[in-house]
């Protein structure tokens, strides 16, 4: 008997089933396994008692801070204790003097329930202070000087059944419309929250704030390709649901035809038209062909064609510059069912020319003022005229206006004290005509039609810029002022203020025209650069409530 108990208090230090193999290998009767089970119980029953007889890890209570076996309560202490157990379930920290909860500060608590952090001077909360308290049912953060939450705090609080945010003073922005969403959409208990900025909010129940305002929903500029080419000009234009762009390259004596590429949503080269001191290239899409103006500073204008079968253009004219001088640029416009292109001539022994489409081609067909030294031309509708506003930079912009009796333009006015500019464009707000005059040093002008003149209504402070190119894109009217010494910058159409407002900078190297591109769903402009590489930006819309 004392040999099999020896044997069976031998057989206990295995495992189990290394006994149950050796009782069942002895083939012991029934008396022996009850035994034997006797004997394995009371080993185990010493083993417990043994184990809860060992002492626990020693927990010494952080300094200002009172603890018992569950709850750990801080008054007045200057850090949030660390080194505790992880069965702690409740943590007060109350008066303290810390202003910025840190990412995982409590991450050593996962057992935490009730988690209050008041009357602290709490400032800036970490988005992964929380992170893994997923038992806590209670959070307090009532009574500090925080003025907005970062998106994500509440993440992790799956358990959450009470949020005590009072006697905080949160400013009501964009950035906050994620808590004012979450606080609608939560089953927890929230103590009613107030909006303390800005003023227009001041008073306003978080809950009750307007969800997606429209401020919050705004607009921006982004870098979508780079063209390693330099560049004057730009004109896109659609020929047979085929987007490409005629680019003036006058580094390299060429006219470069570039091809939108859906697919890749980026300009891909297509042709190259060579010239000689190419200042401009400007498409005219006539009778379902396409084709391309090649100005050029010291010899005749070429007129490109889109030849179908060899995928490319072809030379088709060479239109003679008998009055021209010194061609500045180029305007392509259409007169009910004729065609015409204007050769803008910058110096004083030169002649401003329309040519004519006849069929065959272009031919001189009108000369306007002389010794005016135009700079740039801007053809467009007003009141129900086809008007054509030369600029100059020693005359004042004048005005012509097409005749349809004799079918020509005729001088019609004169823009008063606007001295010295370089380009004109011409767009629309609220079916109103506006015009953008750039002023290559000064103050550029933003001026309205009255409905017998244009009148000045803004002024946008100008160094070195060659264009005020404006652009819509969906319900949103723009600006783009180019410079030569510094950044471009963007100025967004405000109807509260009925004014252009400073949106945003865009570097571009010495900007020559800034182009417009929508296709796919999707808004682009183009940017040329006389001295750097061509830039095309996306045109987004951006979500500050996200």
Same mark, same amino acid.
């Given at each position: 008997?004392?040999?099999?108990?020896?044997?069976?208090?031998?057989?206990?230090?295995?495992?189990?089933?290394?006994?149950?193999?050796?009782?069942?290998?002895?083939?012991?009767?029934?008396?022996?396994?009850?035994?034997?089970?006797?004997?394995?119980?009371?080993?185990?029953?010493?083993?417990?008692?043994?184990?809860?007889?060992?002492?626990?890890?020693?927990?010494?209570?952080?300094?200002?801070?009172?603890?018992?076996?569950?709850?750990?309560?801080?008054?007045?202490?200057?850090?949030?204790?660390?080194?505790?157990?992880?069965?702690?379930?409740?943590?007060?920290?109350?008066?303290?003097?810390?202003?910025?909860?840190?990412?995982?500060?409590?991450?050593?608590?996962?057992?935490?329930?009730?988690?209050?952090?008041?009357?602290?001077?709490?400032?800036?909360?970490?988005?992964?202070?929380?992170?893994?308290?997923?038992?806590?049912?209670?959070?307090?953060?009532?009574?500090?000087?925080?003025?907005?939450?970062?998106?994500?705090?509440?993440?992790?609080?799956?358990?959450?059944?009470?949020?005590?945010?009072?006697?905080?003073?949160?400013?009501?922005?964009?950035?906050?419309?994620?808590?004012?969403?979450?606080?609608?959409?939560?089953?927890a208990t929230i103590s009613d929250v107030y909006c303390a900025t800005p003023s227009a909010m001041k008073g306003v129940l978080l809950k009750d704030v307007p969800e997606k305002p429209s401020k919050c929903v705004s607009t921006d500029f982004v870098q979508h390709q780079i063209v390693n080419t330099q560049s004057m000009s730009a004109d896109i #234009?659609?020929?047979? /649901?085929?987007? &490409? =762009?005629?680019?003036? $390259?006058?580094? !390299?004596?060429?006219?470069? %035809?570039?091809? *939108?590429?859906?697919?890749?949503?980026?300009?891909?080269?297509?042709?190259?038209?060579?010239?000689?001191?190419?200042?401009?290239?400007?498409?005219?899409?006539?009778?379902?062909?396409?084709?391309?103006?090649?100005?050029?500073?010291?010899?005749?204008?070429?007129?490109?064609?889109?030849?179908?079968?060899?995928?490319?253009?072809?030379?088709?004219?060479?239109?003679?510059?008998?009055?021209?001088?010194?061609?500045?640029?180029?305007?392509?416009?259409?007169?009910?069912?004729?065609?015409?292109?204007?050769?803008?001539?910058?110096?004083?022994?030169?002649?401003?020319?329309?040519?004519?489409?006849?069929?065959?081609?272009?031919?001189?067909?009108?000369?306007?003022?002389?010794?005016?030294?135009?700079?740039?031309?801007? #053809?467009?509708?007003? /009141?129900?005229? &086809? =008007?054509?506003?030369? $600029?100059?930079? !020693?005359?004042?912009?004048? %005005?012509?206006? *097409?005749?349809?009796?004799?079918?020509?333009?005729?001088?019609?006015?004169?823009?008063?004290?606007?001295?010295?500019?370089?380009?004109?464009?011409?767009?629309?707000?609220?079916?109103?005509?506006?015009?953008?005059?750039?002023?290559?040093?000064?103050?550029?002008?933003?001026?309205?039609?009255?409905?017998?003149?244009?009148?000045?209504?803004?002024?946008?402070?100008?160094?070195?810029?060659?264009?005020?190119?404006?652009?819509?894109?969906?319900?949103?009217?723009?600006?783009?002022?180019?410079?030569?010494?510094?950044?471009?910058?963007?100025?967004?159409?405000?109807?509260?203020?009925?004014?252009?407002?400073?949106?945003?900078?865009?570097?571009?190297?010495?900007?020559?025209?800034?182009?417009?591109?929508?296709?796919?769903r999707r808004d682009f402009v183009l940017a040329t650069s006389f001295k750097g590489k061509t830039k095309v930006f996306e045109h987004i819309s951006v979500d500050y409530s996200k």
């Amino acid at each position: 008997m004392f040999e099999l108990q020896s044997f069976i208090c031998f057989s206990l230090s295995a495992t189990r089933s290394e006994a149950r193999i050796r009782v069942e290998a002895m083939d012991l009767t029934s008396d022996k396994v009850s035994f034997v089970r006797k004997c394995l119980f009371v080993t185990l029953l010493f083993a417990c008692l043994f184990q809860m007889s060992r002492p626990k890890r020693v927990f010494k209570c952080p300094s200002g801070c009172t603890c018992t076996t569950d709850s750990i309560i801080c008054i007045g202490a200057s850090l949030v204790p660390r080194t505790v157990p992880s069965d702690i379930n409740s943590l007060s920290i109350v008066n303290c003097s810390f202003s910025e909860i840190n990412a995982s500060m409590f991450s050593l608590m996962p057992s935490l329930q009730l988690l209050f952090i008041e009357g602290n001077r709490i400032e800036k909360i970490n988005k992964y202070a929380f992170r893994g308290l997923r038992d806590v049912t209670h959070l307090s953060l009532a009574n500090n000087n925080l003025k907005a939450l970062p998106r994500g705090l509440l993440s992790d609080l799956r358990s959450l059944n009470e949020l005590d945010l009072r006697g905080n003073m949160f400013h009501c922005d964009c950035e906050s419309m994620w808590l004012m969403l979450w606080l609608k959409r939560s089953n927890a208990t929230i103590s009613d929250v107030y909006c303390a900025t800005p003023s227009a909010m001041k008073g306003v129940l978080l809950k009750d704030v307007p969800e997606k305002p429209s401020k919050c929903v705004s607009t921006d500029f982004v870098q979508h390709q780079i063209v390693n080419t330099q560049s004057m000009s730009a004109d896109i #234009f659609t020929h047979k /649901d085929d987007i &490409y =762009v005629a680019m003036a $390259v006058p580094n !390299s004596d060429s006219c470069i %035809i570039m091809e *939108w590429d859906h697919i890749e949503t980026k300009f891909r080269p297509f042709d190259d038209i060579t010239g000689k001191s190419v200042v401009g290239c400007r498409s005219a899409l006539i009778n379902n062909q396409a084709f391309v103006i090649v100005l050029q500073l010291f010899d005749v204008s070429l007129v490109y064609k889109y030849e179908q079968a060899q995928n490319k253009f072809s030379k088709f004219q060479e239109v003679e510059m008998l009055n021209v001088s010194k061609p500045n640029y180029i305007e392509v416009f259409q007169i009910e069912d004729d065609w015409f292109f204007l050769i803008v001539d910058s110096s004083k022994a030169g002649l401003t020319t329309v040519f004519k489409w006849n069929d065959t081609g272009f031919y001189p067909y009108q000369y306007l003022h002389e010794w005016f030294r135009d700079t740039n031309a801007e #053809f467009f509708y007003l /009141d129900g005229k &086809y =008007v054509l506003v030369l $600029v100059s930079r !020693s005359q004042v912009p004048v %005005i012509y206006q *097409w005749n349809k009796s004799t079918q020509k333009f005729v001088l019609y006015n004169e823009i008063a004290n606007m001295d010295d500019i370089v380009s004109i464009k011409a767009f629309k707000i609220n079916n109103v005509p506006y015009l953008a005059l750039a002023c290559y040093i000064g103050d550029s002008k933003v001026m309205k039609w009255t409905g017998k003149l244009f009148e000045e209504v803004q002024g946008l402070p100008s160094r070195g810029a060659t264009v005020l190119q404006p652009i819509r894109f969906k319900e949103q009217q723009y600006l783009i002022l180019s410079s030569d010494y510094s950044f471009s910058q963007v100025f967004r159409w405000d109807e509260e203020t009925q004014r252009f407002l400073k949106f945003r900078d865009v570097y571009v190297q010495w900007p020559r025209s800034f182009t417009a591109l929508s296709t796919d769903r999707r808004d682009f402009v183009l940017a040329t650069s006389f001295k750097g590489k061509t830039k095309v930006f996306e045109h987004i819309s951006v979500d500050y409530s996200k």
